[in-house]
């Protein structure tokens, strides 16, 4: 058996942890992909730093294509986290926020099943 020298940089017992996250939209229709930023690890998104975000001018500041607002929710996995390097803290709106993950969005689901609408 192979030992793996990978890192990684994450958080353990969230199970039940309240979060929120940010999807921003880039791309074309070719090739659109989605920024996942995560509030893990900064606080608990208390609702009156949420509220705050306008997604039409973090959109229009980003240059996004579309914003996804995902939350407040609570997680039903035990733990997050990503290989090798750790994940950057950014200021998106005035709030701090990590960068967890770009996954690629389908055109099926532009042209079929709209994104999240950012309703709660």
Known sequence: MQISDTTIHGKANVRGSRYCEILVIKGNLTNLNAIVYNRLGCHD??????????????KDSLKAKSIAMNGPRVFMMDR??????????????GIEIIERATVPVSKKKCLGNPLPTGKT
């Open 45 to 58: 998104c208390p609702d009156e730093i949420w509220r705050s975000v306008d997604p039409k001018k973090l």
């Open 80 to 93: 997050i986290g990503q290989n090798n390097t750790p994940p950057p803290k950014v200021n998106l709106a």
